[in-house]
């Protein structure tokens, strides 16, 4: 396929394979902050190539920049992307009926700006002083010129902008198309809940994206031309800028963003548990209902982050008060996947065991994340790992198992091969286990008090006893780093070899499984579908006895009468939309 | 990808434009950063006045390290006023004078590569100053960039260190500790006579008894204050003008060994520079400060000036202070010593 296509599933998989590289990636680098904590100082076995000076130990430098280009590369590089570039891309026009995006060529030009911002975070690592080294959220003055001085952290503040221009873009487009491209019949009541989760999430970038764009470009005028937006106290040579300007513009992106980040997941899990208990997903306004009323509380929480940074206190109880109303419309979205799974008959395949592991570790998250979001708790838990524990098993494990979820749900689409189910499966259980495992770990260690970005914590008398508990949970890290390796096989197996797939293996009835084979032509329909449902006809009396089957295409004509010899596996109409 | 016919023809974009508008933009990209970025320093082999030439590799490798562990502090132009530095108390050395408190020389002399090679592996307790786990190859090469920030360096030569003797007093502690109290609190005939300026562990009856047993004369020190230390001058700056000149020098209190932290002493038992902390080490540590004294401050340079055994005396009683820091038999000294200021002179 052409790497100038701008089929909207050709640009997905474009993301797909950078995103999956730049886990990768982002994962190794993890590694590295593991070691350092299980055996500080140390030479990392196979690194002495990259670091000669210390023969392959990280050093204080090495290891500020391995943190900070972790956390960047996996939110920037590989789990947005992964989410919108690549699933995004691809489910949004198949699954509202459209011929592709409304601005295809935009889709294709916002993959070529991520790729450049990819190709600088890694040019930055053959710079000298190395890639960015002031965390991920890069608060000035850490990274202005004075406290960073190198190239790499300029460099890899233009490849979060370009970052952020890419993920404006296909917000901007996923919108539009949402919004302007549905099929006849599409009606908003109808969509998947992942269109509304991707949909929702795409309005969340139009809006906040820019702000980070904003303090990017101040950030990068500081670095470059010597203007002083963030500059103060003792980096200033004079002139009035304040760096707690730059925290309150980019957590006014950054809390969004980790909705950004989980709605799509969200909008998988809800469709995923409805389409494999077979039955109708529970409370479906409300459940798209809440994933808005999340969205729209998700810009006004934003100050919870920074309750210690010396706001006024007054302003501290409004944010708690707000972040935590949160929880409620998540509690009403948990309910209703509990109770769609309620007396269901639950089929435990592949993309289902992933979208149950995200609600595990959603759940166990979000339960973790009150204790961040009341101040009196958050003042003590601040900058420990608690809160890398946190927001881990939120925007780490969550995301990363509803990526393979909807990864396993729509491979067969994508690529019209069918993976292997035993490994698939595997793969997202090991993956959840020790999920929580490793951040239940940094969990814990969080609440005895370690703080989270210390290069060698045992230099504290006081957290000397918890090399073993670290030492644990880089363990469960490498374990689990290994069985990505269930996937890798899986991937390249499948791609080789695998076993064609039809065109509905699912057995559900939403469009791009209805009325397009495996994978989807160019155009996706050979007529624009016609629809007649909503997302989860499943298991409905009507379509079981007069065409013999649990499931019913959005746009399938129901016969009138009762189905002559149809078997639930015969193939499926692939022009049923339309048809009279 | 091309399967199962999942080929699709390049659509209806013009290919390639996607291309140009990154190509365009990482060009303009590189080339704001190209322009404003301080281009990394080249440099000349550094000649020093022993002799010895610094290769400009080792150099350009020190700076980048410099920059990485040390300019935050010690600021881009070594002069100690780099912004995470303001307002450290001690500030953070300036190199630009040559001038170190912990070189192992004489005092004023510059110090050798090993003193700073200790400092910079240790770090010194109780101040920012950590130990930096900078690794073993590059700290020769940040020892020798920061021989570029003062010309003294290729002017004159290395100090002398100034060897260690062996201890006389091994095995004889509490003899040493007697013999380091009358060193320390009696001025002259060997004496250093230390609570001139730091203060004075004795309360004043004991005092006046242990003068007048090691004079052969009265003291009259019913006038004097023997426990309040007063700030000396240094010569560390605080602030400097535009040219790298000091403005304002810091005053320095001559340590309490009650009360504060020692620079170059750790409590016994931590692991120190790889190696647990000895009783032995700790003695040695604080000899090699007594016998080369303290750079830019007001401490002199011990060695010579007394006899050997009296230095190793004076490590010995001052050991026994250090022990005492921060238990409650300090707190009661300190008491004796501040009720004694307020009873009669004998």
């Known amino acids: ?580 | 990808m091309t399967l199962r016919g999942a080929r699709v023809s390049s659509s209806s974009t013009s290919p390639g434009r996607a291309g140009r508008c990154a190509l365009a933009l990482l060009t303009a990209l590189a080339v704001v950063a190209g322009c404003r970025s301080r281009s990394s320093p080249t440099f000349e082999p550094l000649k020093l006045a022993d002799g010895r030439v610094i290769p400009a590799e080792t150099l350009s490798r020190g700076h980048s390290v410099y920059t990485y562990y040390c300019a935050s502090c010690h600021g881009e132009r070594g002069d100690g006023q780099g912004p995470a530095g303001r307002g450290m108390r001690p500030v953070p050395r300036s190199f630009r004078q040559g001038l170190f408190k912990f070189g192992g020389v004489a005092v004023g002399e510059l110090p050798t590569d090993e003193a700073l090679k200790r400092t910079l592996r240790r770090g010194l307790h109780g101040t920012p100053m950590f130990a930096w786990d900078v690794p073993d190859a590059d700290q020769d090469a940040v020892l020798q960039y920061l021989k570029t920030f003062s010309p003294r360096w290729t002017q004159e030569p290395t100090g002398q260190p100034l060897a260690m003797s062996p201890d006389p007093w091994k095995g004889r502690e509490a003899e040493a500790v007697e013999r380091g109290k009358v060193a320390y609190h009696v001025s002259g005939g060997g004496n250093a006579g230390c609570s001139g300026c730091h203060v004075a562990y004795l309360p004043r009856a004991e005092l006046a008894a242990l003068l007048e047993k090691s004079l052969g004369r009265k003291v009259d020190l019913s006038r004097l204050d023997p426990y309040t230390a007063q700030a000396r001058e240094s010569d560390h700056p605080v602030e400097v003008d535009a040219k790298g000149e000091p403005t304002r020098t810091q005053k320095v209190l001559p340590p309490d060994f009650l009360f504060h932290e020692l620079r170059t002493v750790w409590p016994e038992g931590e692991t120190v520079d790889g190696a647990p902390y000895t009783a032995e080490r700790q003695r040695e540590d604080l000899y090699r400060v007594i016998a080369s004294g303290v750079g830019g401050a007001a401490m002199p340079t011990w060695k010579g000036a007394i006899p050997e055994e009296n230095l190793w005396a004076l490590a010995y009683y001052v050991q026994s202070l250090v022990r005492l820091r921060d238990t409650d038999e300090a707190e009661a000294l300190k008491a004796r010593l501040r009720a004694s200021t307020m009873a009669n002179p004998p």
């Open chain 1, 1 to 580: 396929m052409s790497l100038s296509s701008s089929d909207h599933k050709a640009v997905a998989r474009r993301y797909l394979w950078s995103g999956l590289g730049f886990l990768a990636f982002g994962g190794l680098l993890a590694l590295l902050i593991r070691w350092q904590w299980a055996f500080p100082g140390q030479p990392v076995p196979g690194l002495a190539w990259a670091l000669p000076e210390s023969h392959g130990a990280l050093t204080p430098p090495t290891y500020t920049a391995v943190f900070t280009t972790h956390g960047l590369v996996m939110i920037f590089f590989a789990v947005t992307p992964l989410l919108f570039g690549a699933l995004g891309h691809f489910v949004v026009p198949l699954a509202i009926g459209a011929r592709g995006l409304a601005f295809p060529r935009l889709s294709s030009v916002g993959f070529w700006v991520y790729a450049l911002g990819g190709a600088l975070v890694l040019a930055s690592f053959g710079l000298r002083l190395g890639p960015a080294s002031a965390g991920w959220t890069g608060y000035p003055p850490l990274s202005t010129s004075v406290f960073t001085p190198g190239l790499g952290q300029t460099l890899v503040t233009v490849a979060v902008l370009c970052a952020g221009v890419s993920a404006f873009l296909y917000g901007l487009n996923f919108v539009v198309t949402v919004v302007r491209c549905r099929a006849p019949g599409m009606t908003w009541g109808r969509l998947p809940l992942t269109v509304w989760g991707l949909f929702f999430a795409s309005v969340l970038n139009v809006l906040f994206v820019p702000v980070l764009a904003a303090a990017t470009v101040l950030v990068l005028m500081d670095r470059l031309l010597g203007t002083q937006f963030f500059v103060a106290g003792a980096a200033a040579v004079g002139g009035g800028g304040d760096p707690l300007v730059y925290q309150h513009l980019f957590w006014l992106f950054g809390h969004p963003e980790v909705y950004i980040l989980i709605l799509p997941a969200w909008g998988m899990v809800g469709d995923f548990v409805a389409f494999f208990s077979r039955r109708p997903a529970h409370g479906y306004r409300l459940t798209a209902g809440a994933m808005g009323a999340v969205s729209a509380l998700s810009g006004l929480v934003y100050a919870h982050h920074l309750f210690t940074s010396g706001m006024s206190p007054v302003l501290g109880r409004t944010f708690m008060v707000l972040t935590l109303l949160i929880s409620l419309p998540a509690e009403v979205m948990f309910l209703n996947w509990l109770m769609t799974l309620w007396r269901g008959s639950v089929r435990l395949t592949s993309p289902m065991l992933a979208a149950l592991a995200t609600m595990s570790v959603f759940g166990l998250g979000g339960i973790t994340g009150l204790a961040l979001g009341a101040v009196a708790t958050d003042v003590p838990l601040h900058g420990t790992l608690w809160v890398v524990g946190h927001f881990h098993l939120t925007m780490g494990a969550a995301s990363f198992l509803g990526v393979f979820a909807g990864l396993y749900f729509w491979f067969p689409k994508m690529f019209g091969r069918a993976l292997h189910e035993g490994l698939a499966k595997a793969h997202v259980l090991a993956s959840a286990v020790l999920f929580l495992g490793v951040f239940g770990g940094q969990l814990a260690a969080g609440y005895a008090g370690q703080l989270r970005r210390l290069y060698d914590p045992y230099q504290y008398t006081y957290l000397r006893h918890l090399l073993p508990l670290n030492q644990w949970t880089t363990a469960c890290a490498f374990l689990l780093g290994a069985v990505q390796g269930l996937f890798v096989v899986n991937l390249a197996w499948t791609l080789r070899r695998g076993r064609a797939a039809d065109a509905n293996p699912w057995r559900v009835g939403t469009l791009e499984w209805t009325c397009a084979p495996s994978p989807p032509p160019e155009g996706n329909f050979a007529r624009p579908p016609v629809v007649l449902r909503g997302p989860h006809a499943l298991s409905q009396p009507e379509s079981i006895e007069r065409l013999g089957r649990d499931w019913l295409g959005q746009a399938e004509d129901l016969p009138a009468s009762p189905a002559t010899a149809t078997s639930p596996e015969a193939p499926v109409a692939l022009t049923s939309g339309g048809a009279s």
